[in-house]
């Protein structure tokens, strides 16, 4: 079973983007800030993680650079959802760390397709 955590602290997207990935081979964990989405994290290391960028306390971007410092998940697969305006700010993130970006709003089915790409390829060992 594949497992992804999905954060943001808006709740309607958090329960859409569930909605949306579901499938029978697909565990979605989800968290509304970047502590939550650390903690799930470390409690199992996902096969992907979609985070928005701006949230309070721990921007999405902290998030990022916290699990590429560590070794265990140095590799993890990410997805940036950003408005599109900031899809530029973010740029940085895809270069250094590796991340995908994708603008908000954004076409559930390009979303699907991207994530189910990310998830067959070769998983980070846990």
């Not at 569930?18 to 409690?43: F, K, S, T």
């Not at 096969?47 to 306390?57: A, G, Q």
């Not at 559930?108 to 980070?124: F, I, Q």
């Amino acid at each position: 079973m594949k497992r992804i955590i999905v954060v943001d602290d808006e709740r309607p997207i958090v329960e859409g983007l569930r909605y949306l990935l579901r499938a029978p081979d697909r565990e979605i964990v989800v968290a509304y800030c970047g502590d939550e989405a650390l903690q799930a994290v470390y409690d199992k290391v996902p096969d992907l993680l979609i985070t928005d960028v701006m949230m309070p306390h721990m921007s999405g971007l902290e998030v990022i650079a916290t699990l590429r410092a560590a070794p265990a998940t140095k590799e993890l697969p990410i997805i940036i959802l950003t408005a599109k305006g900031r899809a530029q700010d973010t740029a940085a993130a895809q270069e250094t760390w590796g991340a995908t970006v994708m603008a908000k709003p954004f076409q559930p089915a390009a979303l699907r397709e991207l994530v189910t790409k990310m998830l067959a390829e070769p998983t980070v060992p846990a």
